[in-house]
């Protein structure tokens, strides 16, 4: 958890590796592995009965079977990904937005298979970050992408989320603050998690992501600013409404590139994320991705289209969105039961997370009260304070991200209720109101 | 092929992004593409016709109708990576090497799972490089990891090859010139690719891999200096002896990082690489990767891992091996019989390729004659120029490498005629005597 020390016989490391911290998640989930009776509301994992194993099965077995098909699937596949792939993503896309290329700008050129979506978000922030730019982000954002704007050695500038997402109008008073002290040249680009974001469940409105893309526009002639959209749970929906993604504003693809993924709602074994990204973007991005590994593995974007083509993917996704609503359903009963007046939440429409807010004097970071009772009643969460930029001062210390990606009904309840004893040991000033937010389109 | 052209409505780029050109073998690749009659004696791509389907799906078969075991494949994976596959490497390895833990220090927390070794390539030079510092590499060297020293900013050191292998000898002069100049403490790894190097074919003899280590334990205590090992062809030996690898010669981890995969030996499409890291770099390396992609593809390990377990790794690796053999000899004798008065080759005891060299007049590279005239025969080579450090001057022309690795024995040989056809319509003032150089042990 703390910075690397170097002892005298080391390597000298570079000014990068010297920057970067373990992400403070990992100690947990060491901790984690070892406590067998523990049950984990912390980890970002996904269902593990749902997980398509019959699915990729048959697809891999017609693949491999093929005597024409195996040896191009088994071979290196190209550094941008599959070409099928990618004209099945983008079509599919287009169709779902409701929109052509003609107003999206967007050609197979523009898509680019990548290893999870987190390695597009590691290459963007590579592509355009020096030292001391600056990033905004939300607070709460999603902690994983910190440690790489950290180890870019970018500075954060923190806009807050209420439950209709990233509050647009401080976003633009920001905006006006960066103009005004002349950092305005240093701000590169600006990151949303625009679907149930990680860590609180919250997405961004369509009026908001209007107001988002409209403020970034106006700015371009001053300063090109890349809004850089993380679609990674768009396809976790719970509810009938959706909203058209940030990407799908941005005619003529000038200012949004959108890091989507196959991890959540088919499998993250398979580790095959995508991107759409603006022109001047692609070849960048190509070139760093030939040296970090000249393509992502070629069998595993083989399985994805086969899954897609044959419908076994859209099969497979309405199963898992019924199965994680059940689950997210048990843990908003669970919180109820046990928690609602003495915590606060959201209902979150889609993904992996509910975020839970306790009155401020209790604390939950990994040295709290909390979290050690937690911990001996064996219950692990997520200490909302690692989803926030070094610029938050001060630090809300009362929140905690609860999971229910991988753990079943059963132990969804009883680690809430764990949780609920933790917290019967833990004094507290007044009582919190219960506040369940109206669903979100 | 040229720096990214930035034009005044694009974003800002990074320093890095800035430094990075596309990798001159892609406009090659791009082009061979196009060319439906071409035969591609360019492409580093590995043998169709052996690629293990059946294995694989075998073994997938076996994984994936496991109940238990299917949904832990399916899920995401560690960071590192799977222990299970990370112990069976490193067992696999110290037998090979007659050595134990005690000797090389290494237990599995040293070992880490990358995307094919290339990743580990880079991931290296993340974390140890910025601009200005110092990488020596060999004189030819493998041009991909040129590109990311290329982008980290570092310069290239170059020390030059012989059918030995890097000159030692050369290289202890440099060392000792840069620690004359005062430029020591930039020098921070030496690469060396040691056997059947991408792309001479060459291997480095045990002597030379000796006193590689040697003069780097000497300098340790006044400059900590990595030997980033790049073992990638090693399972690819079609002669009965084998070297140990310098890896094998560290003697409690301290000084060389060990890159190897199974794309060369198994499957590309796979695109599983390892590395063995002494303690100090193992941190700083999975700190980089957890940003990167936070682990390679979960399933595609497993899939590894059964097939060493099972066996059908060996088994494909001996059939692999004797195809190998036969196309390599299929193009050691058309080189015999097309260009024996034309040009010299070293013949490689493994790996993918030969490099041929031509008399210093002929030129070879992209806007050369001869590489026209290849092209409009049909064949495709690599240029030798390609494989040089900017350091290298005057900068070798004359020298092509071929790959035997995936067109079949007839290719191969139409292929070399094609290039001999070529070179009849390029001047040249006098013939080369053949030479065939002694099989390295």
């Known amino acids: 958890m703390g910075l690397i020390i ?6 000298s490391f570079s000014s990068k590796a010297r920057r970067i911290k373990e992400p403070p998640i990992s100690a947990l989930m060491r901790w984690a592995v070892e406590e067998k009776d523990l049950i984990s509301l912390a980890a970002g ?6 997980l398509p194993a019959e699915e990729s099965l048959t697809v891999l077995r017609e693949i491999l079977e093929d005597r024409k098909k195996a040896p191009l699937v088994l071979q290196y596949g190209t550094n941008e990904g599959l070409l099928a792939l990618r004209e099945h993503i983008l079509s599919r896309w287009h169709r779902r937005e409701g929109i052509g290329p003609s107003f999206s700008g967007l050609s197979t050129r523009n898509v680019v298979i990548t290893t999870g979506s987190q390695q597009l978000l590691y290459l963007v922030a590579e592509a355009l970050l020096d030292p001391g730019d600056i990033v905004i982000i939300g607070a709460p954002s999603y902690f994983v992408f910190m440690g790489a704007l950290e180890s870019a050695g970018a500075q954060t500038l923190s806009v807050p989320l209420d439950a209709r997402g990233l509050r647009t109008d401080i976003l633009a008073e920001k905006l006006e603050g960066l103009k005004k002290e002349g ?3 240093r701000l590169k680009m600006i990151y949303v998690a625009s679907y149930y974001q990680n860590p609180t469940g919250i997405s961004l409105i369509p009026e908001r992501r209007r107001e988002l893309v409209d403020v970034v526009r106006r700015l371009r002639a001053e300063q090109p600013i890349l809004i850089l959209e993380d679609a990674a749970y768009r396809e976790l929906r719970y509810e009938e409404e959706e909203a058209p993604s940030i990407k799908a504003l941005d005619e003529g693809n000038k200012l949004v ?3 989507g993924t196959f991890s959540k709602a088919f499998a993250p074994g398979i580790r095959t994320g995508y991107a759409f990204l603006p022109d001047p973007l692609v070849e960048p991005i190509l070139n760093l991705k030939a040296n970090h590994d000249f393509g992502s593995a070629n069998i595993n974007q083989h399985l994805v289209l086969s899954a897609l083509e044959s419908g076994l993917y859209d099969k497979h996704l309405k199963a898992l969105r019924a199965r994680y609503k059940e689950k997210r359903d048990a843990m908003l ?3 109820e039961k046990n928690l609602s007046d003495r915590a606060q939440w959201e209902v979150p429409g889609g993904g992996l997370y509910v975020w839970v807010s306790f009155p401020a004097e209790i604390e939950t970071g990994p040295e709290s009260l909390l979290f050690q009772k937690a911990k001996e009643k064996g219950m692990l969460y997520v200490p909302g304070e690692f989803a926030y930029g070094p610029d938050v001062e001060p630090l809300p210390k009362n929140h905690i991200r609860l999971s229910f990606g991988s753990p079943t009904t059963g132990e969804i309840r009883e680690g809430v209720r764990r949780l609920s004893l933790a917290l019967d040991e833990v004094p507290s000033k007044k009582k919190a ?6 669903r979100r389109s």
Not at 6 to 11: A, G, K, L, N, R
Request: aromatic share 12%; hydrophobic share 50%.
């Open 6 to 11: 170097m002892s005298s016989f080391d390597f």
């Open 45 to 50: 994992l996904v269902d593990y009965e749902s």
């Open 183 to 185: 950092n305005l040249s």
């Open 257 to 259: 590139a959108m890091a």
């Open 333 to 335: 009963e669970a919180l």
């Open 433 to 438: 109101g219960k506040k369940v937010a109206a």
